[in-house]
Structures are given as C-alpha cells and as structure tokens.
C-alpha cells in the first residue's frame, strides 16, 4: 500500500508544479510545491493555508482476484483565507482555483505505480488510478474558507509488497 500512497502523493506534487509553480510552501527550510502528506509530516497545531493536504483515511482489500485489489480513500483539504490586498474578500474565487487545480492534478486518472524506498525510484509492473473527486461543502471558519475532497485510489498489490 505505501508504494501506490507515496505514488499518488508524487504523481500530484509533479503535476501542481505544473499547473501552477507559484502554489508552494516552505518546511523545514525547503521551498517545494504546494502539497503534504498529513502523516509524514510532524503534527502541527493548524494545516497550513493555501496548500493541498493529503489524509489517508479508510482501507478495503479485496483478495478473491488473481492479485490483491486494494481501495484507499485519500481525503485532501485545503482551505485559504485570500489575500491581503482584497482584505480576504477574494477567499471564495480562490477556493475555486484551488478546487480547479485539484481537477487538473487529478487528470488523467493512473500512473505507473513507483517504488520510491529505491534510489532512483524503479518503476512497477502495475499502475494505480483513482476515480473522479467527491467536493465536500465549503466550510467558512471566521477569516477562511476550506473544503475537504475524496478520491478512492486503487492499485494492485504486488508480489513481496506489504
């Protein structure tokens, strides 16, 4: 399982490069894209704004197939507060830029499936994909909006994978 988790963070952390460069973030003294898997992260009091939280949160196998089929739902929230120029009052146009990002990040919908514990990172002999976006309600919470989206990843488990 966390050969396809580490693959879907990936695959969507080099295409928000793409589709916009300019939603980034600095941790740790890093400036890198716009994107975090919650638990590989320290915890931390508040997600940070204006960026693409991933949260994995339910876990199904089906094992009657040839190889192990198996379903994650990957919860991303996200949530901005605007910009200080408007006074916030643009929070809501970019809540919908983020959730146009989010579809785009998303499209198409498979990648190879990697294994990053190997350097350089070698590739596998299945792929994993994933369905469309479930949009939750946007959420106002005093001076920001956020919304949190599901997206069921499936991949195949491989022999020797855990």
Do not use: H
């Not at 739902?73 to 910009?83: D, F, H, L, N, P």
């Not at 408007?86 to 990697?114: H, N, V």
């Not at 350089?120 to 959420?139: C, K």
């Not at 920001?144 to 499936?154: H, L």
């Amino acid at each position: 399982m966390q050969n396809a988790k580490d693959t879907f963070y990936i695959t969507l952390r080099d295409r928000l490069a793409t589709v916009n460069p300019a939603r980034t973030m600095t941790l740790r003294s890093v400036t890198r894209p716009g994107i975090l898997v919650e638990e590989a992260e320290s915890p931390v009091p508040l997600m940070p704004m204006d960026v693409f939280v991933l949260r994995w949160t339910n876990v199904a196998v089906e094992s009657n197939l040839a190889l192990p089929l198996v379903q994650m739902t990957c919860e991303i929230q996200y949530s901005t507060a605007g910009t200080q120029a408007l006074g916030g009052l643009d929070r809501g146009r970019l809540l919908e830029a983020m959730d146009a990002e989010l579809l785009q990040m998303l499209s198409p919908a498979s990648t190879q499936k990697m294994n990053y514990s190997t350097a350089p990172a070698t590739a596998m002999e299945t792929f994993i994909f994933w369905d469309q976006p479930e949009f939750g309600s946007t959420v106002p919470l005093r001076d920001q909006v956020s919304r949190a989206t599901s997206v069921t990843v499936w991949s195949w488990q491989e022999a020797g994978e855990k």
